[in-house]
């Protein structure tokens, strides 16, 4: 008898079970590179013995991790209700258009006026590739488009060394060159001897010349510029080859300025190009989830105060909108409110439970949305699209990547995180405003303060229900993270604050598929 190996056994699985099975087979075997992902598959009501269809849970939070949960446990046959403090789905996925209106806990209300098809993403403003919120988007029929967040004539601006805007161009250019005019001068003095045969070193100085800008071997490797850094005239027609910015800054003067990290976030994973962003803004996707659920499974207004636990369910009391306390019953609860929010409640799920929650620190963030009656960006700086960023408490400045070429249009006049942010959660929505045009001027001059229509802006540490735009934990290692990644007797915990994608919605639909599928699989477990 032939002796069963293992390739003859991925053979015969092939076989039996197509191209599918034999991939997850090698996977779980630790043979393809994701043999360590579990792939998701939704719940089906015919998963389970007809005794067990209809569990009933209860979801906290109309957050994407809490829509997300009720909507997959949905298709299977589980009866869910989802209890939201606020008036309107998705929590931190937070569209505005005008008519809008927000109150924070200092008690100040803003009305937004933008114009008619204008809007301003307060909250997620932008999807990789790589992330299932695109699948979901897919699934849902949500329209994507692209987001610029790259962008060569965008700018870097830093104070705090001298009072000039710069292009992200100009600044790539002298940092690529200056870096490959040292890297092969020193290749060719043979400091790499130890590293590099002297045919890798020769495709080294190759590719260094190419992706530098730099002369060769004859020019010393030396970088002096060109078209690379822009054009103060652009070339055009006959005779007009068009004006070369002047020569770059000596090589000293470009790494002092060390604006070179600025731009270095292209390169993370997360941020890598093609990004995209919902046509029309983000909160569509929360608002085609809340359909898919069902308008009669989502209870707002509802402000839960209490979470119970029992051997064979749990309690959740709230407010209802009249003030009216009230208890909902389920065999499984999901909270996905923040941790700071949940560590708050009354539960009897432990002390450990009450001091994980309360381990996250949650971040201040600001962003605010300015509607300019011009597209000045565009018409006078050439600006599709993009990202300046500075050391100014503004942080970053959004060019809006749709409705190019029409009237009107909404800038991003800040995104800031933390100490910066805090600068502009004590101030008035008008006076976030003043400062941060008087701010933005510095960078873009007069055009900056002209002709803004409206504004709007939040402060996302002062927002109700929320009160932070994300959270940071001292470490996914830590006990009080694993400890919350498993369920605390009847009650599971979801959202992108349990996922290595915080502040993304993909960590939110992440960490709901988790909830979904343990919650799934101890029901059919019976």
Known sequence: MTPLTRRRFLEAVGMAGGAGALFHTMGALGLTPEADATPFVPPSAGDLDPRERG???????????????????????????????????????????????????????????????????????????????????????????????????????????????????????????????????????????????????????????????????????????????????????????????????????????????????????????MMYQVVGGMDRIPVALAAAVGASRIRYRCEVRSITNHDDGVEVAYRDPHGVMRVERGDFCVAALPPHILARLRHNLGQEVSAALATPTPNPVGKLGLEYGRRWWEEDLRIYGGISRTDLDLYQIWFPSSGLHTERGVVLGYYNIDAEAQVYDRLTPEERTRRALAQGAKIYGDAYRRDVRSSFSVAWSRTPFIEGGWVTWPSHDSPEYRLLTRPAGRVHFAGDWLSHWISWQDGAFLSARKAVTEIHHRVAAG
Not at 157 to 165: F, H, L, N, Q, S
Not at 172 to 192: H, I, M, N, P, Q
């Open 55 to 273: 569990r009933r849970v209860v979801v906290l939070g109309a957050g994407i991790a809490g829509l997300a949960t009720a909507y997959e446990l949905g298709k299977a046959g589980y009866e869910c209700v989802v209890l939201e403090a606020g008036e309107r789905p998705g929590g931190r996925v937070w569209t505005l258009r005008g008519g809008d209106r927000a109150r924070d806990l200092d008690g100040r209300v803003q009305t937004a006026e933008f114009s008619r098809g204008q809007y301003f993403n307060a909250g997620a403003a932008r999807l990789a590739q790589s992330m299932i919120t695109l699948d979901y988007c897919r699934e849902l029929g949500v329209p994507i488009e692209p987001f610029a967040g790259q962008n060569a004539n965008a700018h870097l601006y830093e104070e705090r060394v001298e009072d000039r805007p710069t292009t992200i161009r100009a600044v790539k250019a002298d940092t690529f060159g200056y870096v490959s005019e040292l890297l092969a001068k020193a290749t060719d003095r043979g400091a790499l001897d130890g590293e590099l045969s002297a045919v890798d070193k020769e495709r080294l100085l190759s590719f260094l010349e190419s992706f530098g800008g730099i002369g060769g071997r004859a020019d010393g490797f030396a970088y002096r510029g060109g078209s690379r850094r822009g054009y103060s005239v652009l070339p055009g027609a006959g005779t007009e080859k068009g004006t070369v910015l002047g020569p770059p800054e000596a090589l000293s003067q470009v790494f002092s300025r060390n604006l070179g990290r600025l731009f270095a976030f292209e390169l993370n994973f997360e941020y890598a190009m």
